[in-house]
């Protein structure tokens, strides 16, 4: 059974730091696309960042700015958000997610999602 856990989520001040981890199981990640996602309340989810499997390409969603880090590493099976410069607006529920086979970052993520984890609350304060 695939099982995908975010963790390192918490209550930040602005402008202060948080790196995000997911680790999978179940599967091995080095295959696939992944991604990060959030999710404010009354708000739309919206992808982050995606990484190829190689993790030699990165992409970020226009909100970022240059603030968000993504990495992963395959022999470890998981992926990492570094986050600098937090924003209240940053605000949110985080996801990660694991692309299909046949879905990749230069695609549309959100319709290639293959397993998604359970999320991880990320506050920032002002």
């Known amino acids: 059974q695939v099982q995908v856990v975010e963790s390192g989520g918490g209550l930040v001040q602005a402008g202060e730091s948080l790196r995000l981890s997911c680790t999978a199981s179940?599967?091995?990640?080095?295959?696939?696309?992944m991604a990060w996602f959030r999710q404010a309340p009354g708000k739309e989810r919206e992808g982050v960042s995606c990484?190829?499997?190689?993790?030699?390409?990165?992409y970020y969603g226009n909100s970022i700015q240059g603030r968000f880090t993504i990495s992963r590493i395959n022999a470890k099976n998981t992926l990492y958000l570094q986050m600098n410069s937090l924003k209240p607006e940053d605000t949110a529920m985080y996801y990660c997610?694991?692309?299909?086979?046949?879905?990749?970052?230069?695609?549309?993520?959100?319709?290639?999602?293959?397993?998604w984890g359970q999320g991880t609350q990320v506050t920032v304060s002002s």
């Open positions: 179940g599967l091995t990640i080095d295959v696939y696309d």
């Open positions: 990484i190829n499997w190689r993790g030699d390409r990165t």
């Open positions: 997610a694991v692309l299909g086979p046949f879905a990749s970052c230069s695609g549309v993520w959100s319709s290639g999602v293959k397993y």
